[in-house]
T-cell receptor, first 114, second 109 residues
Framework: NAGVTQTPKFRVLKTGQSMTLLCAQD?????MYWYRQDPGMGLRLIHY???????AKGEVPDGYNVSRLKKQNFLLGLESAAPSQTSVYFC?????????????FGEGSRLTVL | DAKTTQPNSMESNEEEPVHLPCNHS???????IHWYRQLPSQGPEYVIH???SNVNNRMASLAIAEDRKSSTLILHRATLRDAAVYYC??????????FGKGTTLSVSS
């Protein structure tokens, strides 16, 4: 099993460009999450999904859109990238959000917006 | 959301036990206490979680105060590989995990 796979791992964008980060999991998990992590900070939740076709906002959703068309994939989109979105993005998945639900994280995608 | 308070950093020597504290004075009866850690340049990984009773697994032990207002993650014998940021998180069922800044643990040989 690959677990949680994020693509791309690195990307440089110019301000105003758009891009999509792909997260794929092969554990048949219902729940998927996108977090961002800035230097010296903890992770902040952007959006999450509790199942195919559903999405919900997290702590810092502005400037991002997400889609969960297939259970195994969770896409994070930036329509018009800004320098403030320079960060490391982590995707995670879990079987459930119940109290015993362990999160499995990807290795991260480092995005730089110039 | 109930919040946790952790020291910014701690230091340890290799092969010694490490006690990482976490205060959560506003914890509710249905909050589970989760611990994750993040090794350098990696995504976080699950360590342990508990509700009321102390918990042990292959990675660590979790000691929960009787009033549940604090907890301690115990690494029984620290190794260099245990150097990481450790996050203490309160989790309500049906919600996503919200991370704080965690404790940066340094381990010296």
């Amino acid at each position: 099993n690959a677990g949680v796979t994020q693509t791309p791992k690195f990307r440089v964008l110019k301000t105003g460009q758009s891009m999509t980060l792909l997260c794929a999991q092969d554990m048949n998990h219902e729940y998927m999450y996108w977090y961002r992590q800035d230097p010296g900070m903890g992770l902040r939740l952007i959006h999450y999904s509790v199942g195919e076709g559903t999405t919900a906002k997290g702590e810092v959703p502005d400037g991002y859109n997400v889609s969960r068309l297939k259970k195994q994939n969770f896409l994070l989109g930036l329509e018009s990238a800004a320098p403030s979105q320079t960060s490391v993005y982590f995707c995670a998945s879990s079987y459930s959000t119940q109290n015993t639900g362990e999160l499995f994280f990807g290795e991260g995608s480092r995005l730089t917006v110039l | 959301d109930a919040k946790t308070t952790q020291p910014n950093s701690m230091e340890s020597n290799e092969e010694e036990p490490v006690h990482l504290p976490c205060n959560h004075s506003t914890i509710s009866g249905t909050d589970y206490i989760h611990w994750y850690r993040q090794l350098p340049s990696q995504g976080p990984e699950y360590v342990i979680h508990g509700l009321t009773s102390n918990v042990n697994n292959r990675m660590a032990s979790l000691a929960i105060a009787e009033d549940r207002k604090s907890s301690t993650l115990i690494l029984h014998r620290a190794t260099l590989r245990d150097a990481a940021v450790y996050y203490c998180i309160l989790h309500q069922a049906g919600t996503a995990l919200i991370f704080g800044k965690g404790t940066t643990l340094s381990v010296s040989s």
